[in-house]
């Protein structure tokens, strides 16, 4: 349980959910983890749960001067990063007035969206790259979404801001291989993991357990995947084992995104 040995680790939106998962697994696997995320109270809950291998800081990732300032304190506490996971993102839903169908969608819910899924993974990379560059074989994982490969008439914000984050990795990982940088950069597409960002469709009570039996058959694994299962991709991203890889989009979805749709009917 030492894939992470002595590497330091960035991970923003840590407080719950996939992001949490990931600092876990990866104090679990030999990294000192950086939790970050604009929750203080629960990311130092969850750092504060990981002992010493673990240390939480206030990031809102859409404003530059915090990323600034984070850059300054790990550069000045631990004179490297090697892994950074730019994992923080919202739906808007929660966040944001609406609506967000593309016919009468709210400009400033856009902007708001976009901002923090895109802007926020923009200046991750923009910074992680600075301080990464020096250090040997170091890794930026961008969690994107099956939402940015597929169309979602419903959450247009959502859906463009995580398909931009999937072309923006691939436009990272070529800039640092033609610099001669030892910085990967690959994304993550999670599809149908139950996390707490749900909540805000699913409702509550039996319309809540029927929202979930209804996504749970539009998956061909037949259930919704769990945080650690990105996580543990997360791992194999951020680890030497994969060392060869880049630029890569890595699906975490059940097979939605196989086309099952089309499949032939068993009958």
């Known amino acids: 349980m030492a894939r ?49 291998a673990a240390r939480y800081i206030h990031l809102d990732v859409s404003k530059e001067s915090e990323w600034e300032n984070a850059f300054a304190l790990i550069e000045t506490t631990y004179g490297k990063l090697d892994i950074l996971v730019n994992n923080a993102g919202i739906t808007g839903f929660l966040e944001s007035t609406g609506p967000h169908d593309p016919e009468n969608l ?24 600075k301080l990464m560059k020096h250090s040997e074989n170091t890794s930026i994982v961008n969690i994107s979404s099956r939402s940015g ?56 009570g039996e319309q809540r357990e029927t929202v979930l039996k209804e996504v749970s058959l539009g998956v061909p694994m037949g259930r919704m995947g769990e945080p650690s299962d990105v996580a543990y991709a997360a791992l194999y991203l951020a680890s030497d084992e994969s060392k060869y890889v880049t630029g890569i989009e890595l699906n975490i979805d059940g097979g939605i995104l196989a086309g099952s749709s089309a499949a032939p009917s068993k009958k």
Request: aromatic residues 6%; proline residues 2%.
């Open 4 to 52: 992470l040995k002595g590497k330091v680790a960035l991970i923003t939106g840590a407080a719950r959910g996939i992001g949490q998962a990931i600092a876990e697994l990866f104090a679990l696997e030999g990294a000192l983890v950086i939790v970050s995320d604009i929750n203080d109270a629960a990311g130092e809950h969850v750092a504060h749960s990981m002992g010493d």
């Open 106 to 129: 709210d400009l400033d819910s856009w902007h708001a969206v976009h901002k923090t899924n895109l802007d926020g993974v923009a200046l991750g990379c923009k910074y992680g790259i």
């Open 149 to 204: 490969i597929v169309g979602i008439p419903g959450a247009v914000a959502y859906a463009s801001s995580k398909a931009a984050v999937r072309n923006h990795t691939k436009s990272v990982a070529l800039y640092c291989a033609d610099q001669g940088y030892s910085v990967r950069c690959n994304s993550i597409h999670p599809g149908a993991i139950y996390t707490p960002m749900w909540d805000a469709m699913l409702g509550e």
